[in-house]
Protein backbone atom coordinates (compact mmCIF):
# COMPACT_ATOMS: atom_id res chain seq x y z
CA UNK A 1 0.00 0.00 0.00
CA UNK A 2 1.20 3.57 -0.89
CA UNK A 3 1.94 6.00 1.97
CA UNK A 4 -0.86 8.61 1.60
CA UNK A 5 1.16 11.40 3.08
CA UNK A 6 2.87 11.79 -0.68
CA UNK A 7 1.27 14.91 -2.08
CA UNK A 8 1.14 14.20 -5.82
CA UNK A 9 0.65 17.41 -8.04
CA UNK A 10 0.49 17.19 -11.83
CA UNK A 11 3.26 18.53 -12.96
CA UNK A 12 5.41 18.26 -10.05
CA UNK A 13 7.46 15.60 -8.05
CA UNK A 14 5.46 14.11 -5.54
CA UNK A 15 6.92 15.70 -1.84
CA UNK A 16 8.42 12.58 0.22
CA UNK A 17 8.75 13.22 3.88
CA UNK A 18 11.58 11.80 5.64
CA UNK A 19 11.82 10.99 9.36
CA UNK A 20 15.67 11.07 10.00
CA UNK A 21 16.70 9.13 13.24
CA UNK A 22 20.22 10.23 14.32
CA UNK A 23 22.63 9.95 17.29
CA UNK A 24 25.14 12.48 16.25
CA UNK A 25 24.22 15.81 14.11
CA UNK A 26 25.33 19.61 14.41
CA UNK A 27 22.62 21.19 16.90
CA UNK A 28 24.88 24.33 17.56
CA UNK A 29 26.84 26.21 14.58
CA UNK A 30 30.58 24.99 14.60
CA UNK A 31 29.74 21.69 15.80
CA UNK A 32 31.23 18.78 13.68
CA UNK A 33 28.91 16.35 15.28
CA UNK A 34 27.53 14.31 12.34
CA UNK A 35 28.26 16.57 9.66
CA UNK A 36 28.26 14.77 6.76
CA UNK A 37 24.94 14.01 7.78
CA UNK A 38 23.53 17.09 7.80
CA UNK A 39 25.50 17.72 4.49
CA UNK A 40 23.61 15.20 2.50
CA UNK A 41 20.16 16.56 3.74
CA UNK A 42 21.21 19.69 2.69
CA UNK A 43 21.55 18.42 -0.77
CA UNK A 44 18.49 16.38 -1.38
CA UNK A 45 15.97 17.82 -3.98
CA UNK A 46 13.08 20.31 -3.12
CA UNK A 47 10.68 17.73 -2.96
CA UNK A 48 12.22 15.79 -0.04
CA UNK A 49 10.92 17.52 3.18
CA UNK A 50 13.73 16.05 6.41
CA UNK A 51 12.84 16.09 9.66
CA UNK A 52 15.77 15.27 12.30
CA UNK A 53 15.20 12.90 14.95
CA UNK A 54 18.14 13.68 17.57
CA UNK A 55 19.12 13.72 21.06
CA UNK A 56 19.44 16.58 23.05
CA UNK A 57 22.45 17.76 23.96
CA UNK A 58 24.17 20.28 27.07
CA UNK A 59 24.91 22.98 24.51
CA UNK A 60 22.57 26.06 24.47
CA UNK A 61 22.39 27.61 20.80
CA UNK A 62 20.39 28.18 17.67
CA UNK A 63 20.03 24.91 15.42
CA UNK A 64 22.02 25.59 12.13
CA UNK A 65 19.57 26.88 9.12
CA UNK A 66 19.15 24.39 6.77
CA UNK A 67 16.20 22.96 4.77
CA UNK A 68 14.91 20.26 7.10
CA UNK A 69 13.78 20.78 10.18
CA UNK A 70 15.10 19.22 13.88
CA UNK A 71 13.15 17.53 16.44
CA UNK A 72 15.83 17.01 19.84
CA UNK A 73 14.82 14.37 21.92
CA UNK A 74 14.94 15.27 26.23
CA UNK A 75 15.96 12.05 27.93
CA UNK A 76 17.07 13.91 31.35
CA UNK A 77 18.17 17.40 32.50
CA UNK A 78 19.81 19.32 30.45
CA UNK A 79 23.49 18.70 32.57
CA UNK A 80 23.22 15.09 32.27
CA UNK A 81 22.11 14.37 28.48
CA UNK A 82 25.36 13.93 27.36
CA UNK A 83 24.99 10.42 25.73
CA UNK A 84 24.91 11.20 22.19
CA UNK A 85 26.85 14.30 20.03
CA UNK A 86 30.19 14.09 21.87
CA UNK A 87 33.85 13.01 20.50
CA UNK A 88 33.47 9.27 19.60
CA UNK A 89 29.41 9.06 20.22
CA UNK A 90 27.85 6.91 22.79
CA UNK A 91 30.46 4.20 22.96
CA UNK A 92 32.84 6.83 23.96
CA UNK A 93 30.60 8.84 26.57
CA UNK A 94 29.42 5.14 28.48
CA UNK A 95 33.41 4.92 28.36
CA UNK A 96 34.54 8.13 29.80
CA UNK A 97 31.60 7.96 32.92
CA UNK A 98 29.94 4.64 33.88
CA UNK A 99 26.93 6.39 35.23
CA UNK A 100 25.86 7.24 32.20
CA UNK A 101 24.31 4.10 31.56
CA UNK A 102 21.42 4.93 33.71
CA UNK A 103 20.35 7.07 31.16
CA UNK A 104 20.03 4.18 28.65
CA UNK A 105 16.41 3.52 29.37
CA UNK A 106 15.20 6.74 29.19
CA UNK A 107 17.04 7.60 25.99
CA UNK A 108 15.77 4.58 24.27
CA UNK A 109 12.15 5.07 25.34
CA UNK A 110 11.85 8.43 24.61
CA UNK A 111 13.78 7.76 21.51
CA UNK A 112 10.97 5.78 20.68
CA UNK A 113 8.51 7.31 21.52
CA UNK A 114 9.34 10.76 20.09
CA UNK A 115 9.61 8.87 16.80
CA UNK A 116 6.45 6.91 16.89
CA UNK A 117 4.75 10.45 17.35
CA UNK A 118 6.46 11.25 13.85
CA UNK A 119 6.71 8.59 12.11
CA UNK A 120 2.49 9.07 11.62
CA UNK A 121 3.02 12.03 9.28
CA UNK A 122 5.93 10.80 7.01
CA UNK A 123 6.29 8.84 4.64
CA UNK A 124 9.61 6.92 5.07
CA UNK A 125 11.79 6.68 8.15
CA UNK A 126 15.74 6.60 8.02
CA UNK A 127 17.67 5.41 10.58
CA UNK A 128 21.41 6.68 10.81
CA UNK A 129 23.33 3.40 12.88
CA UNK A 130 21.89 0.16 14.27
CA UNK A 131 20.39 1.71 17.37
CA UNK A 132 18.50 3.58 15.36
CA UNK A 133 17.79 1.36 12.83
CA UNK A 134 15.93 -1.04 15.81
CA UNK A 135 13.86 1.66 17.21
CA UNK A 136 12.99 2.64 13.65
CA UNK A 137 12.33 -0.89 12.82
CA UNK A 138 10.04 -1.02 15.65
CA UNK A 139 7.85 2.22 14.83
CA UNK A 140 8.30 0.84 10.92
CA UNK A 141 6.07 -2.14 12.14
CA UNK A 142 3.77 -0.53 13.81
CA UNK A 143 2.79 2.05 11.77
CA UNK A 144 3.60 0.63 8.57
CA UNK A 145 6.41 2.69 7.49
CA UNK A 146 9.05 1.78 5.29
CA UNK A 147 12.28 1.82 6.75
CA UNK A 148 16.15 2.54 5.70
CA UNK A 149 18.96 2.35 7.82
CA UNK A 150 22.42 3.14 6.78
CA UNK A 151 25.40 1.68 9.26
CA UNK A 152 28.87 3.62 8.99
CA UNK A 153 31.31 1.21 10.14
CA UNK A 154 31.03 0.99 14.19
CA UNK A 155 28.46 -0.99 13.77
CA UNK A 156 29.71 -3.25 11.45
CA UNK A 157 33.03 -3.56 12.51
CA UNK A 158 31.74 -4.24 16.16
CA UNK A 159 29.27 -8.02 14.90
CA UNK A 160 32.66 -10.19 15.39
CA UNK A 161 33.27 -8.85 19.09
CA UNK A 162 30.10 -7.96 20.60
CA UNK A 163 27.08 -10.43 20.55
CA UNK A 164 24.80 -7.63 21.19
CA UNK A 165 25.67 -5.89 18.55
CA UNK A 166 25.29 -8.84 16.25
CA UNK A 167 21.87 -9.19 17.28
CA UNK A 168 20.75 -5.69 16.90
CA UNK A 169 22.37 -5.39 13.60
CA UNK A 170 20.38 -8.40 12.33
CA UNK A 171 17.25 -6.95 14.18
CA UNK A 172 18.24 -4.10 11.92
CA UNK A 173 18.23 -6.21 8.42
CA UNK A 174 15.44 -7.71 9.39
CA UNK A 175 12.74 -4.84 9.76
CA UNK A 176 14.32 -2.74 7.11
CA UNK A 177 13.77 -2.56 3.69
CA UNK A 178 16.89 -1.34 2.92
CA UNK A 179 20.62 -1.19 4.47
CA UNK A 180 22.99 1.35 3.16
CA UNK A 181 26.55 0.88 3.67
CA UNK A 182 29.27 3.76 3.51
CA UNK A 183 31.88 1.43 1.65
CA UNK A 184 32.43 -1.95 -0.69
CA UNK A 185 34.04 -3.39 1.94
CA UNK A 186 31.28 -2.89 4.95
CA UNK A 187 28.64 -4.37 2.34
CA UNK A 188 30.82 -7.51 1.73
CA UNK A 189 31.26 -8.25 5.34
CA UNK A 190 28.06 -7.33 6.23
CA UNK A 191 26.58 -9.64 3.53
CA UNK A 192 29.12 -12.09 5.16
CA UNK A 193 27.72 -12.40 8.31
CA UNK A 194 24.05 -11.76 7.12
CA UNK A 195 24.06 -13.51 3.81
CA UNK A 196 19.90 -14.16 4.30
CA UNK A 197 19.36 -10.17 4.07
CA UNK A 198 22.55 -9.60 1.42
CA UNK A 199 19.81 -8.17 -1.40
CA UNK A 200 18.75 -5.63 0.74
CA UNK A 201 22.57 -3.99 1.53
CA UNK A 202 23.21 -1.50 -1.09
CA UNK A 203 26.78 1.17 -1.47
CA UNK A 204 26.12 5.31 -1.04
CA UNK A 205 29.63 6.10 -0.66
CA UNK A 206 29.85 9.81 1.13
CA UNK A 207 30.65 12.51 -0.86
CA UNK A 208 33.35 15.47 -0.47
CA UNK A 209 32.82 19.09 -0.21
CA UNK A 210 34.13 20.75 -3.61
CA UNK A 211 36.11 23.22 -1.13
CA UNK A 212 38.53 21.09 -0.37
CA UNK A 213 38.55 20.14 -4.76
CA UNK A 214 39.08 23.66 -5.11
CA UNK A 215 41.50 24.31 -2.89
CA UNK A 216 43.43 21.37 -3.64
CA UNK A 217 43.91 23.25 -6.89
CA UNK A 218 45.01 26.48 -5.29
CA UNK A 219 47.69 24.50 -3.53
CA UNK A 220 48.89 22.82 -6.62
CA UNK A 221 49.34 25.80 -7.88
CA UNK A 222 51.33 27.37 -5.16
CA UNK A 223 53.64 24.49 -4.74
CA UNK A 224 54.35 25.06 -9.03
CA UNK A 225 55.27 28.60 -8.40
CA UNK A 226 57.40 27.92 -4.95
CA UNK A 227 59.14 25.14 -7.51
CA UNK A 228 59.46 27.65 -10.24
CA UNK A 229 61.25 30.21 -7.35
CA UNK A 230 63.35 27.36 -6.29
CA UNK A 231 65.01 27.03 -9.70
CA UNK A 232 65.70 30.65 -9.54
CA UNK A 233 67.75 30.42 -6.63
CA UNK A 234 70.15 27.90 -7.41
CA UNK A 235 73.05 28.45 -6.04
CA UNK A 236 72.19 30.30 -3.07
CA UNK A 237 71.61 29.02 0.61
CA UNK A 238 67.62 28.50 0.66
CA UNK A 239 66.68 26.58 4.56
CA UNK A 240 63.49 24.75 3.64
CA UNK A 241 60.24 24.93 5.53
CA UNK A 242 59.84 22.13 7.93
CA UNK A 243 57.54 19.22 6.72
CA UNK A 244 53.91 19.53 8.48
CA UNK A 245 52.05 16.40 9.40
CA UNK A 246 48.71 16.39 10.05
CA UNK A 247 45.91 14.38 11.87
CA UNK A 248 42.31 15.70 12.35
CA UNK A 249 39.53 13.59 13.97
CA UNK A 250 38.40 12.49 17.44
CA UNK A 251 41.17 11.69 20.19
CA UNK A 252 39.55 8.72 21.23
CA UNK A 253 40.40 4.75 21.91
CA UNK A 254 40.70 3.20 18.51
CA UNK A 255 41.60 6.29 16.57
CA UNK A 256 45.27 5.25 16.56
CA UNK A 257 46.53 8.81 18.10
CA UNK A 258 48.51 7.29 20.64
CA UNK A 259 50.08 5.18 17.56
CA UNK A 260 51.23 8.39 15.84
CA UNK A 261 52.95 10.21 18.35
CA UNK A 262 54.96 6.85 19.13
CA UNK A 263 56.24 7.12 15.77
CA UNK A 264 56.21 10.83 15.88
CA UNK A 265 59.10 10.16 19.00
CA UNK A 266 61.39 8.14 17.01
CA UNK A 267 62.06 10.58 14.15
CA UNK A 268 63.87 13.10 16.56
CA UNK A 269 66.92 10.41 16.79
CA UNK A 270 66.87 10.26 13.45
CA UNK A 271 67.91 13.53 13.00
CA UNK A 272 70.58 15.94 14.49
CA UNK A 273 68.75 17.73 17.27
CA UNK A 274 69.77 20.55 16.28
CA UNK A 275 67.60 20.07 13.34
CA UNK A 276 64.72 18.06 14.44
CA UNK A 277 62.37 21.21 15.37
CA UNK A 278 63.43 23.11 12.45
CA UNK A 279 62.93 19.89 9.96
CA UNK A 280 59.06 18.77 11.22
CA UNK A 281 55.90 19.88 12.87
CA UNK A 282 52.54 17.67 13.51
CA UNK A 283 49.17 19.20 14.44
CA UNK A 284 46.78 17.62 15.73
CA UNK A 285 43.32 19.07 15.19
CA UNK A 286 40.24 17.70 17.06
CA UNK A 287 39.52 16.72 20.83
CA UNK A 288 38.24 14.01 22.62
CA UNK A 289 39.04 12.12 26.30
CA UNK A 290 42.35 10.85 25.16
CA UNK A 291 43.79 14.29 24.82
CA UNK A 292 45.34 15.11 28.46
CA UNK A 293 46.87 11.37 28.11
CA UNK A 294 48.15 12.45 24.59
CA UNK A 295 49.94 15.85 25.59
CA UNK A 296 50.70 14.41 28.50
CA UNK A 297 52.94 11.59 26.41
CA UNK A 298 54.51 14.25 24.17
CA UNK A 299 55.92 16.26 27.23
CA UNK A 300 57.02 12.64 28.60
CA UNK A 301 58.92 12.60 25.23
CA UNK A 302 60.01 16.08 25.07
CA UNK A 303 57.87 16.69 21.90
CA UNK A 304 56.50 19.94 22.70
CA UNK A 305 58.64 21.68 20.54
CA UNK A 306 57.30 19.61 17.18
CA UNK A 307 53.77 18.69 17.85
CA UNK A 308 50.67 21.11 18.73
CA UNK A 309 47.55 20.55 19.75
CA UNK A 310 45.02 22.77 18.60
CA UNK A 311 41.27 21.13 19.31
CA UNK A 312 38.57 21.06 17.41
CA UNK A 313 38.20 23.09 14.36
CA UNK A 314 34.91 24.24 13.20
CA UNK A 315 34.18 22.52 9.36
CA UNK A 316 34.55 25.36 7.39
CA UNK A 317 38.12 25.57 8.43
CA UNK A 318 39.44 22.46 7.65
CA UNK A 319 40.22 22.62 3.85
CA UNK A 320 42.61 25.53 4.62
CA UNK A 321 44.26 23.58 7.32
CA UNK A 322 44.80 20.61 5.32
CA UNK A 323 46.08 23.47 3.00
CA UNK A 324 48.81 24.05 4.79
CA UNK A 325 50.05 20.64 5.30
CA UNK A 326 52.29 18.67 3.70
CA UNK A 327 51.37 14.60 4.83
CA UNK A 328 48.45 13.37 6.27
CA UNK A 329 48.10 10.63 9.14
CA UNK A 330 45.45 8.42 9.84
CA UNK A 331 46.07 5.17 11.80
CA UNK A 332 42.18 4.38 12.89
CA UNK A 333 42.20 0.75 13.59
CA UNK A 334 38.28 0.36 12.43
CA UNK A 335 36.19 2.81 9.89
CA UNK A 336 33.48 2.82 7.65
CA UNK A 337 34.78 5.15 5.01
CA UNK A 338 36.77 7.78 6.76
CA UNK A 339 35.79 10.84 5.12
CA UNK A 340 38.33 12.66 6.26
CA UNK A 341 41.06 10.41 4.36
CA UNK A 342 38.63 11.37 1.54
CA UNK A 343 39.36 15.51 1.82
CA UNK A 344 42.49 14.96 2.35
CA UNK A 345 43.13 13.48 -1.06
CA UNK A 346 40.80 16.01 -2.29
CA UNK A 347 43.08 18.53 -1.51
CA UNK A 348 46.48 16.54 -2.93
CA UNK A 349 47.83 15.47 0.41
CA UNK A 350 50.09 12.27 0.16
CA UNK A 351 48.24 10.07 3.49
CA UNK A 352 50.34 7.91 5.52
CA UNK A 353 47.20 5.38 7.08
CA UNK A 354 46.80 1.84 8.62
CA UNK A 355 46.27 -0.95 6.03
CA UNK A 356 42.27 -1.21 7.01
CA UNK A 357 40.22 -2.12 5.05
CA UNK A 358 38.16 0.85 4.42
CA UNK A 359 41.02 2.50 4.01
CA UNK A 360 42.66 -0.16 1.87
CA UNK A 361 39.81 0.67 -0.39
CA UNK A 362 40.69 3.70 -1.19
CA UNK A 363 44.70 3.42 -1.56
CA UNK A 364 46.91 1.40 -3.34
CA UNK A 365 50.42 1.81 -1.59
CA UNK A 366 52.22 4.22 -3.40
CA UNK A 367 49.92 5.60 -5.58
CA UNK A 368 47.97 7.99 -3.55
CA UNK A 369 49.80 7.15 -0.40
CA UNK A 370 51.73 4.59 1.87
CA UNK A 371 50.00 1.95 4.21
CA UNK A 372 51.09 -0.06 7.45
CA UNK A 373 50.03 -2.65 9.33
CA UNK A 374 47.02 -1.19 12.04
CA UNK A 375 49.52 -0.49 15.00
CA UNK A 376 53.00 -0.82 13.84
CA UNK A 377 54.64 2.09 15.12
CA UNK A 378 57.59 1.35 13.50
CA UNK A 379 56.94 1.25 9.83
CA UNK A 380 54.67 4.26 10.60
CA UNK A 381 57.82 6.42 11.53
CA UNK A 382 59.81 4.92 8.34
CA UNK A 383 56.99 6.37 6.24
CA UNK A 384 56.44 9.63 8.03
CA UNK A 385 61.12 9.41 7.65
CA UNK A 386 60.91 8.81 4.49
CA UNK A 387 58.27 11.60 2.85
CA UNK A 388 59.84 13.93 5.55
CA UNK A 389 63.33 13.53 3.37
CA UNK A 390 61.93 12.84 0.01
CA UNK A 391 59.69 16.04 -1.25
CA UNK A 392 59.77 14.46 -5.36
CA UNK A 393 57.66 11.53 -3.40
CA UNK A 394 54.96 13.73 -1.66
CA UNK A 395 54.50 15.66 -4.47
CA UNK A 396 53.87 12.72 -6.61
CA UNK A 397 51.72 10.53 -4.49
CA UNK A 398 49.71 13.99 -3.14
CA UNK A 399 49.09 14.10 -7.32
CA UNK A 400 48.09 10.66 -7.63
CA UNK A 401 45.96 11.13 -4.41
CA UNK A 402 43.81 13.78 -5.96
CA UNK A 403 43.70 13.01 -9.16
CA UNK A 404 42.55 9.35 -8.09
CA UNK A 405 39.69 11.56 -5.78
CA UNK A 406 38.79 13.41 -8.84
CA UNK A 407 38.23 10.30 -10.88
CA UNK A 408 35.20 9.31 -8.48
CA UNK A 409 33.48 11.71 -8.74
CA UNK A 410 32.21 11.96 -4.97
CA UNK A 411 30.02 14.76 -4.31
CA UNK A 412 27.31 15.79 -1.77
CA UNK A 413 24.47 16.14 -4.86
CA UNK A 414 25.79 12.80 -6.24
CA UNK A 415 25.06 10.95 -3.09
CA UNK A 416 21.68 12.94 -1.82
CA UNK A 417 20.98 12.04 -5.20
CA UNK A 418 20.84 8.43 -4.81
CA UNK A 419 19.10 8.24 -1.21
CA UNK A 420 16.05 10.55 -2.65
CA UNK A 421 15.74 7.89 -5.58
CA UNK A 422 16.03 5.67 -2.94
CA UNK A 423 13.44 7.07 -0.74
CA UNK A 424 10.63 7.20 -3.94
CA UNK A 425 11.77 3.50 -4.60
CA UNK A 426 10.86 2.24 -0.97
CA UNK A 427 7.94 4.00 -0.94
CA UNK A 428 6.73 2.82 -3.84
CA UNK A 429 6.80 -0.65 -2.89
CA UNK A 430 5.20 0.22 0.49
Not at 406 to 416: D, N, R, V
Request: net charge neutral.
Amino acid sequence: MKSTTAQNTQGAQDVLKVLLLTTSFPLTRGSRSGIFIQKMINHLPENVQVTVLTPDSTEVGNHPSGNYAVIPFRYASKHWQQLAHGSGGIMAALSRNKLLFLLLPPFLWSNLLTCCYFARKVDVLHANWSINGAIAGVAGLLFGKPVMTTLRGSDVNLIEKSALMRRLVHFCLRFSDVIITVSPSLQEKLAEHCPQHSEKIRVICNGIDQDFFNVGKSKHAAEADKDDKKISLVGHAVSPAPVRFLYVGNLTTGKGVDVILKAAALLSPELPPEMSAQKWSFDIVGDGPKREALEGYCREQHLEANVSFHGSAPPEDIPLLMARADVFVFASFAEGRPNVVLEAMAIGLPVIAGAIPAVSDLIEHGQQGLLFPPGDVSTLAEHMLYLLNHPAERRKLGRGAGDYLASLGLSWSGSARVYASLYAEIVEKG
